[in-house]
């Protein structure tokens, strides 16, 4: 089953059904086409935006960083009797 999304145009274009305009009505192209469409920045997303647009991304946190000197104190030698 293929996703429609209702799409705004923001520029002048073409997308094979006719020419599209900013002061064109929206229209519903394929889920892929719209995001391809957006991605160029040809057209808003008029309806369902939340579930076309990528995730956010959760920032990740930064690794804990040992101190080298502390790394170093722990090492040993074994001595030879």
């Known amino acids: 089953m293929t996703d429609f999304i209702e799409v705004k145009p923001l520029k002048t274009f073409d997308n094979g059904s006719g020419l599209k305009t900013a002061d064109s009505e929206p229209f519903k192209v394929e889920r892929g086409e719209a995001n391809a469409l957006k991605a160029f920045g040809l057209v808003s997303f008029e309806n369902d935006a939340a579930s076309v647009e990528a995730p956010e991304e959760k920032p990740v946190p930064a690794p804990i960083q040992s101190d080298a000197g ?5 090492k040993t030698t074994k001595k030879k009797d």
């Open 70 to 74: 502390a790394s170093q104190a722990a």
